[in-house]
C-alpha cells in the first residue's frame, strides 16, 4: 500500500484556508429568490477549482439553483466514489448575535467562524481540497471520482434534474 505521506505533505494548509474563507464570502443563501446571483457565483467558484485540478466538470441547470458535476475517471476497471456536498448556507439572522459578520470568515483561536464553516462549506471543501492534494503529487487518483455539489440542501435533488444526469452519477459508493 502506498503511503500517504507525499500527499499530506503536498496540502497547502494556508491556500486551502484562504480558497475556503472566499467561497464562504459568497452569500450563497438559497431560500432566498434575492440571492440567486450569489448560489450560481458560488456554483462558477467550485467549477473553476475542480478544471483547475484537471477534473471534467459543468454546471447543471435545473428550475432551482445549478449543480457543479465534477468527474474523473482516469482509474479504468477502479471502483468509482461518489461525493455529495453542497454550498448553500441558511440565511445568518439573526445578525446581532454573531461576533463578526457571517460572511466575512475570521480565524479566532485556532477555529474558523462565519457561515457555511461547518455546514457545510467546509466539509464539502475539505473533499476538494484532499483531491487537490492528491492530483498534485500523483497526477491521478486510485479510483475514479464523481463530484455532485448543490445549492439547494434543503430540496428535492430528484426534481432538480432529469433522469439522464441521475444515470451518470452512478457509482459504487459514497464518500
Known amino acids: 500500500m502506498q503511503s500517504s505521506a507525499d500527499v499530506l505533505s503536498a496540502l497547502d494548509l494556508d491556500g486551502g484556508l484562504e480558497r475556503l474563507k472566499s467561497l464562504m464570502r459568497i452569500p450563497s443563501i438559497s431560500t432566498d429568490p434575492a440571492f440567486r446571483g450569489e448560489c450560481h457565483r458560488a456554483a462558477t467558484f467550485v467549477q473553476r477549482q475542480f478544471r483547475g485540478m484537471g477534473f471534467e466538470v459543468r454546471l447543471i441547470k435545473t428550475k432551482g439553483h445549478p449543480l457543479v458535476y465534477a468527474e474523473w475517471l482516469g482509474a479504468p476497471g477502479k471502483p468509482t466514489v461518489l461525493f455529495y456536498g453542497h454550498y448553500d448556507v441558511q440565511p445568518p439572522d439573526p445578525l446581532e448575535l454573531w461576533t463578526s459578520p457571517p460572511f466575512e470568515p475570521e480565524v479566532r483561536r485556532g477555529r474558523l467562524y ?4 461547518t455546514d457545510d462549506k467546509g466539509q464539502f471543501w475539505a473533499h476538494v481540497e484532499a ?5 498534485k503529487v500523483r497526477r491521478k487518483l486510485p479510483v475514479n471520482v464523481k463530484f455532485l455539489g448543490r445549492c439547494s440542501e434543503t430540496t428535492s435533488i430528484g426534481r432538480s434534474f432529469s433522469r439522464s444526469p441521475r444515470a451518470r452519477i452512478h457509482s459504487e459508493g459514497q464518500a
Not at 114 to 117: D, F, I, P
Request: charged share 10%; hydrophobic share 55%.
Open 131 to 135: 483531491l487537490g492534494a492528491i492530483m
Open 114 to 117: 462565519g457561515r457555511g464553516a
